[in-house]
Nanobody
Framework: QVQLIESGGGSVQAGASLRLSCVAS????????MGWFRQPPGQERQFLAA????????RYERAVKTRFTISRENARNTVYLQMVNLRPEDTAVYYC???????????????????WGKGTPVTVSA
């Protein structure tokens, strides 16, 4: 079975940085697009970033383009989300995701996702 395990979240102050990790098992990791979503309290889950299997194609949600960086290390079956200059509005549970279409980074809505991790919470205080 596909399993996605996120880590790296925590409680930080505004301006801090965090790197989230997602370790995947049960799939051909190097052949699959991977994505990150987040869900703020009381809001819908929203797309953040996606990266192709090779790492050569990347797509970001416009609002986080300058602060978040997605990357992957296929030898370790791991995808990362580096976040800098965190703001209180970044407070959310962050989810790793595998889309149905493993060759497309256009996964901006949750209906495109086949598998989800359990999430790692991030809290940013002013």
């Amino acid at each position: 079975q596909v399993q996605l395990i996120e880590s790296g979240g925590g409680s930080v102050q505004a301006g801090a940085s965090l790197r989230l990790s997602c370790v995947a098992s049960g799939l051909n990791f190097g052949d699959s697009v991977m994505g990150w979503f987040r869900q703020p309290p009381g809001q819908e889950r929203q797309f953040l970033a996606a990266i192709s299997g090779s790492g050569t194609t990347i797509r970001y949600e416009r609002a986080v383009k300058t602060r978040f960086t997605i990357s992957r290390e296929n030898a370790r079956n791991t995808v990362y989300l580096q976040m800098v200059n965190l703001r209180p509005e970044d407070t959310a549970v962050y989810y790793c995701a595998v889309p149905f279409a493993h060759d497309s980074v256009v996964i901006t809505t949750t209906d495109k996702i086949e598998y989800w991790g359990k999430g790692t919470p991030v809290t940013v205080s002013a």
